[in-house]
T-cell receptor, first 113, second 114 residues
Framework: GNSVTQMEGPVTLSEEAFLTINCTYT??????LFWYVQYPGEGLQLLLK?????DKGSNKGFEATYRKETTSFHLEKGSVQVSDSAVYFC????????????FGSGTQLTVLP | DVKVTQSSRYLVKRTGEKVFLECVQD?????MFWYRQDPGLGLRLIYF???????EKGDIPEGYSVSREKKERFSLILESASTNQTSMYLC?????????????FGEGSRLTVL
């Protein structure tokens, strides 16, 4: 079956530091990959996505590249801000139905001023 | 702005009580979902619905039921709440299209069962 493994948190960084949150996956076929973000007190929202190998998703200064050879989709940002403090979820689906959306366990990021 | 609204942000119930969690979306989406979020476990799908009166079990349906009488509303029901159902519950919706990943989430309902 499908599975998503994220680096364990919590992650604490100083403002303007470089961020990497690792995500690796196991799936059959050719999954689509996603990063969702959950800000404090809010629901999840889609941050970025990539639907085929070598695609790069980007949004709000965050980037992730779909690496089929390493089955990875690591999230990166060059300079984090306090407002980036949130929980980040990696997810995948390889079906036409969103029922098969599989989430990782989430990584808590705290950015200190 | 698109919106998924969950009726209660925080609930405290006693063991054995019947609990209703309500979710309404204003985007005319066909698909609606209930997830449970627990630390270290991510999101786990309880039930989903792809149309009015239609439902399918997710990965952890035991102890839960759902109701979808109108397109915009999807209810999660705990017939007899237990302490192991203390959790954050998230409702989500999605249009029936080829973009399978973009779910729109509500803010969550944090349920405590004593």
């Amino acid at each position: 079956g499908n599975s998503v493994t994220q680096m364990e948190g919590p992650v604490t960084l100083s403002e303007e530091a470089f961020l990497t949150i690792n995500c690796t996956y196991t799936a059959t076929g050719y999954p689509s990959l996603f990063w969702y973000v959950q800000y404090p007190g809010e629901g999840l929202q889609l941050l970025l996505k990539a639907t085929k190998a070598d695609d790069k998703g980007s949004n709000k200064g965050f980037e992730a590249t779909y690496r089929k050879e390493t089955t990875s989709f690591h999230l990166e940002k060059g300079s984090v801000q306090v407002s980036d403090s949130a929980v980040y979820f990696c997810a995948l689906t390889n079906s036409g139905s969103a029922r098969q959306l599989t989430f990782g366990s989430g990584t808590q990021l705290t950015v200190l001023p | 702005d698109v919106k998924v609204t969950q009726s209660s942000r925080y609930l405290v119930k006693r063991t054995g009580e019947k609990v209703f969690l309500e979710c309404v979306q204003d985007m005319d989406h066909e698909n609606m979902f209930w997830y449970r979020q627990d630390p270290g476990l991510g999101l786990r799908l309880i039930y989903f619905s792809y149309d009015v009166k239609m439902k399918e079990k997710g990965d952890i349906p035991e102890g839960y039921s759902v109701s979808r009488e109108k397109k915009e509303r999807f209810s999660l029901i705990l017939e007899s709440a237990s302490t192991n159902q203390t959790s954050m519950y998230l409702c989500a919706s999605k249009a029936r299209d080829r973009d399978t990943g973009e779910l729109f989430f509500g803010e969550g309902s944090r349920l405590t069962v004593l």
